[in-house]
């Protein structure tokens, strides 16, 4: 059992000073100054009024690697355990990108079932950018019906070069698929949906939803500020009931990128309900550079790290409260992907929790219960880490 005092509780909402309780992974009291004595071994742990937070769900991670369009060579590495957790990281959704060859789907499902075993809770989308999408069971729809860590479609890739040319009929059909299959399977069953710097954009989703009559809710576009067009597009499309996910990271390689601090900003001002708003990492995926004749000249590696950071700019550059904010990787994607447990602080919940000092720095990480991070030392390793 460990009994937290003192934390500033973000849960994401702000529940100011607060008592945690975590007794067997579970969070079990949220509230005022609370004294527990027994005959069991108990924690307890002074925050001193740092912030305490759910912990961060990055529903775009390329777990197994990414990449791969310069060749062999070019294919990206999987990922670390202690990547994710040193960067508050405590449940993830893996995906299969540009390569759904080499990087199949029973490698990705069994990659997650090795983080998991880990320390961490793992999700996965069945397919990738090629139609026909690849599967465990042989159709999106018993995917989900049938395999647990099944969460949604993704990442199928609309406007871009690297697509299989998808028409509106085939995306409608895979997101009819992945809606049906959800239902049956207890799952939301979104279609999480790679976006190109392609001249049409978001208009296959509109065409898609109008051909099966299935809500733009049922689709989560990603990379939406890859440039200014298409951040632009995705506030109509937030505010039509889409939910619209900006790749993290403050840095810009390019003059028309936006950073996703300052799409989620934009967003707001626009008008687009808060709660249809993430980021993701896109970690361990391939960071092309192409020219105009869409030949690759540059390849680098997202990293899970962006999400802090770009929390941070979140709070302190832009001045979006905190709670907004930190919802952008906690709570929402939890809601949208019923991820059960998870996203947020809460009597009945899964103890996955960061420490964040006034700089909204990580100290420390907490995952169903187990110190991963403890005042900025790794205490857990995955099986082939070094210390």
């Excluded at 939301?188 to 109008?210: F, N």
Aim: hydrophobic share 35%; proline share 4%.
């Amino acid at each position: 059992m460990i009994h937290i005092k003192n934390a500033h509780v973000y849960a994401p909402e702000d529940r100011g000073i607060c008592d945690v309780v975590i007794e067997a992974g579970r969070i079990i009291y949220v509230g005022e100054k609370c004294e527990i004595s027994g005959p069991f071994n108990l924690e307890i742990v002074d925050l001193k009024e740092k912030y305490l937070c759910p912990g961060f769900i990055d529903q775009h991670v390329h777990i197994t690697g990414g990449g791969g369009e310069g060749g062999p060579e070019t294919s990206t590495p999987e990922i670390w355990l202690s990547e994710l957790t040193k960067n508050g990281v405590t449940t993830v959704i893996g995906c299969l990108g540009t390569d759904g060859v080499t990087r199949s789907m029973a490698r990705l499902y069994s990659k997650a079932k090795s983080l998991e075993n880990e320390g961490v809770s793992t999700y996965i989308y069945t397919g990738a950018y090629q139609i026909p999408l690849p599967t465990l069971t042989g159709s999106v729809k018993s995917d989900l019906i049938f395999i647990d860590k099944v969460v949604g479609v993704g990442e199928v890739a609309i406007s871009d070069h690297r697509s299989s040319g998808i028409s509106p009929e085939e995306l409608a059909r895979i997101a009819g698929e992945a809606r049906v299959g959800g239902m049956i399977g207890g799952k939301k069953g979104k279609v999480h949906l790679h976006v190109g710097d392609g001249k049409r954009g978001l208009k296959i989703i509109y065409d898609a939803a109008d051909y099966a009559d299935i809500p733009l809710s049922q689709f989560q576009p990603t990379h939406l500020n890859r440039n200014r067009r298409l951040m632009k597009e995705s506030f109509e499309f937030g505010m039509k009931g889409g939910y619209c996910d900006y790749t993290a990271g403050e840095e810009v390689y390019d003059e028309d990128e936006v950073t996703a601090a300052e799409a989620v900003y934009e967003a707001i001002k626009a008008g687009v309900p808060a709660d249809n708003l993430t980021i993701s990492s896109d970690g361990n995926g391939s960071l092309p550079l192409f020219d105009s004749q869409k030949r690759l000249v540059g390849l680098g590696v997202g990293s899970v790290s962006a999400l802090i950071k770009s929390v941070q700019a979140m709070f302190f550059k832009y001045k979006i409260p905190l709670e907004i904010a930190l919802s952008t990787v906690t709570k929402n994607p939890s809601t949208i992907h019923g991820l059960k447990g998870k996203g947020e602080i809460k009597e009945g919940w899964d103890a996955d929790l960061v420490v964040l000092n006034e700089n909204l720095e990580i100290e420390s990480v907490l995952a169903k219960g187990r110190w991963m991070v403890r005042e900025g030392v790794l205490e857990v390793f995955g099986t082939f880490e070094r210390n």
